[in-house]
């Protein structure tokens, strides 16, 4: 069993930078893809970033490509959402996930542990 825990959520102003933090405990994420999603109200979850188990290999979701950055720390049980030129259409909370494949997902059903999420909350 996996479990996630995601920190550094906020307010924020347009244009401002947020630092999401998701530590896992019960195993070892050396194997595990990692995925970050998120979810306003009335909306289905939606795919932000991914990362596969080594950390060389990371996709991103249209809407934050060039803004964001997905990284890792095996070594500390971790994984990281950098969130730059956020916009207020970033506002949701975000969830970490870890994928038992290496590769990671875009796809929520492909994530077999999830955190309880993050609220990000952007300004104009």
């Known amino acids: 069993q996996v479990k996630l825990v995601e920190s550094g959520g906020g307010l924020v102003q347009a244009g401002g930078s947020l630092r999401l933090s998701c530590a896992a405990s019960g195993r070892d994420l050396g194997s595990f893809g990692m995925g970050w999603f998120r979810q306003t109200p009335g909306m289905e979850r939606e795919f932000v970033a991914t990362?596969?188990?080594?950390?060389?290999?990371?996709y991103y979701a249209g809407s934050v490509l060039g803004r964001f950055i997905i990284s890792r720390d095996n070594a500390k049980n971790m994984v990281y959402l950098q969130m730059d030129s956020l916009k207020p259409e970033d506002t949701a909370v975000y969830y970490c996930a870890a994928d038992s494949s290496p590769y990671g997902s875009r796809v929520v059903r492909d994530y077999d542990y999830w955190g309880q999420g993050s609220r990000v909350t952007v300004s104009a």
């Open positions: 990362v596969d188990a080594s950390g060389d290999s990371a």
